[in-house]
């Protein structure tokens, strides 16, 4: 099957640091990643949309100067949170698309102090 | 816009016993896809199942079943057997056709399942 990786899986961070987390698509090649956030006993909201080559579409609501996304080849997407802050407090979740199936990464659960 | 609506919080259910987790939707597209993930305490999310708009047979995989009326705009999610380790949220998702499989999840459902 198509596996996705995440890293790191957690991060702890003073508020105002930045964190970069990186996905990557371990056995095929990704046009697409998607980023998704959950904060705790919610549901997974899509961030953005991330195309490889090109600028990231971001959804309503979603500041793209302070979550900054780079897929830079077709198998590695990164989300920066920029400046973060307890408020930036999630699960981050990443999937990739093949042949419009999409697999998910195992996620980065990032705590700002 | 897509939404999904799961109006189950939380479930109980026994072992070896089959249960069924709600899920409507709203579209005004015709061609979308409805999707069950599963999300155990790990965090990990899991695809059960897949259904599309214009499928006329019910997808099944295994012992998960999706129970799909699509005049009523609903997809529920059939578990059957349940097993202890079906424990575990539980979330229904739509993607429109097209859109690289972009997807809109329901908030949930966790389901317990008890000796």
């Known amino acids: 099957g198509a596996v996705v990786s995440q890293h790191p899986s957690w991060v702890i961070c003073k508020s105002g640091t930045s964190v970069k987390i990186e996905c990557r698509s371990l056995d095929f090649q990704a046009t697409t990643m998607f980023w998704y956030r959950q904060f705790p006993k919610q549901s997974l909201m899509l961030m953005a949309t991330?195309?490889?080559?090109?600028?990231?579409?971001?959804e309503q609501g979603v500041e793209k100067d302070k979550f900054l996304i780079n897929h830079a080849s077709l198998t590695l997407s990164t989300l920066t949170v920029t400046s973060a802050h307890p408020e930036d407090s999630s699960f981050y979740i990443c999937?990739?698309?093949?042949?419009?199936?999409?697999?998910f990464g195992p996620g980065t659960r990032l705590t700002v102090l | 816009a897509q939404k999904i609506t799961q109006t189950q919080p939380g479930m109980f259910v026994q072992e070896k016993e089959a249960v069924t987790l709600d899920c409507t939707y709203d579209?005004?597209?015709?061609?979308?896809?409805l999707f069950w993930y599963k999300q155990p305490s790990s965090g990990e999310m899991i695809f059960l199942i897949y259904q599309g708009s214009y499928d006329e047979q019910n997808a099944t995989e295994g012992r998960y079943s999706l129970n799909f009326q699509k005049a009523r705009k609903s997809a529920n999610l059939v578990i059957s057997a349940s097993q202890l380790g079906d424990s575990a949220m539980y979330f229904c998702?739509?993607?429109?056709?097209?859109?690289?499989?972009?997807?809109?999840f329901g908030t949930g459902t966790r389901l317990q399942v008890t000796l």
């Open positions: 998702a739509i993607a429109l056709t097209g859109t690289a499989s972009k997807l809109t």
């Open positions: 999937s990739a698309t093949r042949l419009g199936e999409q697999f």
């Open positions: 579209t005004s597209d015709q061609s979308y896809g």
């Open positions: 991330s195309n490889e080559g090109s600028k990231a579409t971001y």
